[in-house]
């Protein structure tokens, strides 16, 4: 799954965000702090932070709102063990950031952790080190908070600070206010502009593939 | 750079192998394997192996040639020593094949190593372990003799036995010889079937971004 495989749910997210204007977003912004140094609180206070193996289920579960969401939930194949291993080994195949709300305003079933931003390292052999963006999420009683652009910043950050010279992500084309809203923060659409298509190898292709191997 | 980048050289090299039909390919194939080991050669031998660390002088080579294919030299701005950090250390931004011929067969340059597939990991939250292949290119003079297949192939391989369940990479939308040969080979164009984009921020955009993380 892709960035915008959610669709709906960032296009809400960022749609919320971007009718507020920018002094909501901004004020939302400042509460964004490890929620020990937030003192004054605009209307929820919430904190980013790297996930740790033991987030693994919040994971899981987040990955899977997202798929029964999208009427797909069939395609996810893979569990929060899955997710450990792949993810917090001594090479991770993924990066990831949660957000999370103090027990006092966790959801209705009991969660915290109540967003996530799933991302790996790519490369470019032009411009060296990339970021890519595989899933961007935030629970459905969570959004319009800015959540999800504090995620989305956050890896934005971190690929700063990792000397990455991209954000790259993928967005489906019927998507329009996600496509509209990462556009008019700066992103470029290459397949729009260059006519870049993805392809995919998987199951019998990629093992039919491989068998040509020398 | 993505890996139709290079449009046309992979266009060549696959129409090529193509065109001669299964028969020869599948020869081909067979001669595809450590020097040491072959005995009868079809055309021309040669070996795909790992890069090493010392392969980056040559990697950095066929960037550029690459790049001056393709009139846009001026977009590389990455050398050897950073190929060399990024790709060999303890965590490795990269993954590198290269194909390699025996002295006798060189370049009128003097140059062994004569192609090279570029690949990292990434991840799928759907479906786990993916490989997305960047680069893939063959010095003019050696295509046509299956050496690109023999990377891709190998690249695929490489996915089967670290368990990845997609191989994925990007193609020009002009650049159709290439398309249809990987259709054909059974890839799906998700560009094409789902309506995927490919998004990208960089330079002052993916900064003032970042400055917007809490």
Redesign the interface.
Known sequence: ??I?AFASPLAREFHTVQSRGPGLVSSC?RS??PISLINTLISMEY??RPARAQDCTD?ERM?MDL?VYEKMPD????CHK?LER??FGP?P??QCLVAEVPQEHSSPGGHTVVGYA?Y??????????CI?M??LYVMPDFRGKGIG??L???V??V??EQQC??????????NRPS?DF?LS????????K?????????G???????????
Not at 75 to 78: D, H, L, R, S, T
Not at 120 to 129: E, L, P
Not at 186 to 192: C, F, R
């Open positions: 799954m892709l915008s912004r964004i702090k904190s980013i994971i990955i798929a395609q996810v194949k893979i899955e792949d993810g090479n195949f993924f799933l790996f390292y790519t490369y470019s052999t032009w411009r060296g080190r890519y595989e899933d652009k504090a989305m910043a956050t934005a950050k690929a700063m010279v991209r954000l790259q992500f993928s967005v489906l084309d019927w496509l990462y923060k700066g992103a470029q659409d290459l397949t729009e260059e006519g870049w298509h993805f392809l995919r190898f998987d019998e292709a990629l093992e039919k593939l491989a068998l040509e191997a020398p």
